[in-house]
């Protein structure tokens, strides 16, 4: 059993919509990440939160550690968004556990 | 700054053979983790390395290893590869030991074992 779950898994925009990608996970953790991974692979961190919300540009996240649930918000959102969302947190053995991912796709 | 860079970017092998990754963290970060990701199972966690030191390992069987250098580069080896290794393997630096750091990711080894 995966231990950090997203919704939805895929997710079809268009463009200058409010999108909103959730996760929810089983334990207590430090800090939750939210990374994007685009086609190619390559993977950027978004955020890396404890409590509360964080904003970078149109990028908003949130986390409710008491319901170990954490949101990710994009404002107007662009086709250039579109990409692969994952949340991850710290597990037990020092290792990272990743959700599946939802995959964006913004339509022009 | 450079970012993460790993070479190289692309390997087909056959089964049974062995592969060397390679990972160059950012300037100055000391910790190096590795990753696997297939379609099936998403992103596991491989290991981690601190200043030469394997800190943690996820649950992958010994023919994975790695290494880190007095430089922190950091190199996986696979040995007696099987078709279930084609994945792309990825590095993620960080300035500080454990994953509750911000993570910089290569752009990832695509293996293919054929």
């Known amino acids: 059993k995966n231990e950090v779950e997203q919704s939805p898994q895929n997710l079809t925009a268009q463009e200058g919509e409010f999108i909103t990608i959730n996760c929810s996970y089983s334990v207590g953790i430090s800090a939750l990440h939210w990374l994007q991974q685009h086609p190619g692979g390559g993977i950027v961190s978004l955020f890396m939160l404890s409590s509360g919300k964080k904003k970078h540009g149109r990028l908003i996240a949130t986390i409710n550690i008491q319901e170990k649930h954490s949101s990710l918000h994009i404002t107007a959102s662009h086709p250039r968004d579109s990409a692969v969302y994952i949340c991850?947190?710290?597990?037990?053995?020092?290792?990272?556990?990743f959700g599946k991912g939802t995959k964006l796709s913004v339509k022009p | 700054k450079a970012g993460v860079t790993q070479t190289p970017r692309y390997l087909i092998k056959t089964r049974g053979q062995q592969v060397t990754l390679s990972c160059s963290p950012i300037s100055g970060h000391r910790s190096v983790s590795w990753y696997q990701q297939t379609p099936g199972q998403g992103l596991q966690f491989l290991f981690e390395?601190?200043?030469?030191?394997?800190?943690n390992k996820g649950n992958f069987p010994g023919r994975f290893s790695g290494r880190q250098f007095s430089n922190s580069r950091s190199e996986m080896n696979v040995s007696t590869l099987e078709l279930g290794d084609s994945a792309l393997y990825l590095c993620a630096s960080s300035a500080l030991a454990g994953v509750d750091n911000e993570q910089f990711f290569g752009p990832g080894t695509r293996l293919t074992v054929l």
């Open positions: 390395y601190f200043s030469e030191t394997q800190r």
């Open positions: 991850a947190h710290g597990g037990s053995q020092g290792n990272l556990i």
